[in-house]
């Protein structure tokens, strides 16, 4: 069955500190990959999604996120994080007409 | 913001009550989604929507069922809530199927006491 997973419950960075959140998923196939970001109290945004070609894709707030097929990751990435970046991530996958989601990382944000 | 409300925002009810959940969209979007979010489960599928009285189950399914009568409207409906559907409750739209990404609403959260 396909799954992803998120390693990271709890991450927790100085602002200015670069960050890296892991995701890896289980899939025969190249599956659609999205990060999503959620607020305190907020729904869930689209923060960047790979379908296919580079393997490096930009997303909004200065994050991007590598697809990496070998190691069946798609990890997300910012060089600097600002503590409006305080909130919870989830990676997901969809390798049909669903989305399967991670279990959630949570980001917290010293100043 | 992708025009997706949801109502209500919040909600305590007592076990064995009927609940129903609406979320309305403004975007014409044809497929619609409901999920319940529980700390450390992530996000989980309780119902789908691929187009009027068009509707199939997710993972999550027992204990809800699903209408959607308009484009716009897809209720989610608690027939006796029980102290385990208290969650947070997100509706979400698509364009279309995959690889189409998935537009949320800002969810309900429902207490069941």
């Known amino acids: 069955a396909q799954s992803v997973t998120q390693p990271d419950i709890h991450i927790t960075v100085s602002e200015g500190a670069s960050l890296e959140l892991r995701c890896n998923y289980s899939?025969?196939?190249?599956?659609?990959l999205f990060w999503y970001v959620q607020s305190p109290g907020q729904g869930l945004q689209l923060l960047l999604k790979?379908?296919?070609?580079?393997?490096l894709v930009q997303g909004i707030k200065g994050f991007e996120a590598e697809f990496k097929r070998s190691q069946s990751s798609f990890n997300l990435r910012k060089p600097s994080v600002h503590w409006s970046d305080a909130a919870e991530y989830f990676c997901?996958?969809?390798?049909?007409?669903?989305?399967?989601f991670g279990t959630g990382t949570r980001l917290q944000v010293f100043p | 913001d992708a025009g997706i409300t949801q109502s209500p925002r919040h909600k305590v009810t007592e076990t064995g009550t009927p609940v129903t959940l609406r979320c309305h969209q403004t975007?014409?979007?044809?497929?619609m989604y409901w999920y319940r979010q529980d700390p450390g489960h992530g996000l989980r599928l309780i119902h789908y929507?691929?187009?009027?009285?068009?509707?199939d189950k997710g993972e999550v399914s027992d204990g809800y069922s699903v209408s959607r009568s308009k484009t716009e409207d897809f209720l989610l409906t608690l027939e006796s809530a029980t102290s385990s559907q208290t969650s947070v409750y997100f509706c979400?739209?698509?364009?279309?199927?995959?690889?189409?990404?998935?537009?949320f609403g800002p969810g309900t959260r429902l207490t069941v006491t």
């Open positions: 979400a739209i698509s364009e279309s199927v995959s690889p189409y990404e998935q537009y």
């Open positions: 899939y025969g196939a190249t599956p659609y």
């Open positions: 790979y379908f296919s070609g580079d393997t």
């Open positions: 997901a996958v969809s390798p049909t007409d669903k989305l399967i």
């Open positions: 975007e014409n979007h044809r497929y």
């Open positions: 929507s691929y187009g009027v009285k068009d509707t």
